[in-house]
């Protein structure tokens, strides 16, 4: 895999959040990333998340199967969401949010194959 792509991810308090994503191999998108052998992790983080805890909103991605179709979907509840409130409005630096691979044989982690921002923007409407 090459550098990381960027995908930035806007949801609204309570709404839910369902995102795919497909991986490849090469730059040209033609050959699938086979999961076989690897977890997933993805986590939403913001510069507070170093010094204050419970910073840190883990979205609980999933690789779909079989693995050999490189699909991993990150999916939410509104009530999952809605219990991310410190990201709520965040003034100054934006969270970010990433996804790596581990291989489990080797322990090995790749640099993040996605990575972005998150953004939770407020309702005003009850």
Known sequence: ?????KYDITVYQRTSIAETFNLFSDAAKTV???LTGYTVKAYVVDDNS??????????NPQMTSPLTLGEITIAKTAAEVIAATFMVGVTGPVPKWDLILTHTATG???????????IIKEVYTP
């Open 1 to 5: 895999m090459a550098s990381p792509g």
């Open 32 to 34: 699938i990333f086979d």
């Open 50 to 59: 170093l010094t204050i805890p419970g910073r840190v909103f883990n979205l």
């Open 108 to 118: 090995v982690i790749l640099p993040p194959v996605l990575q972005g921002s998150f």
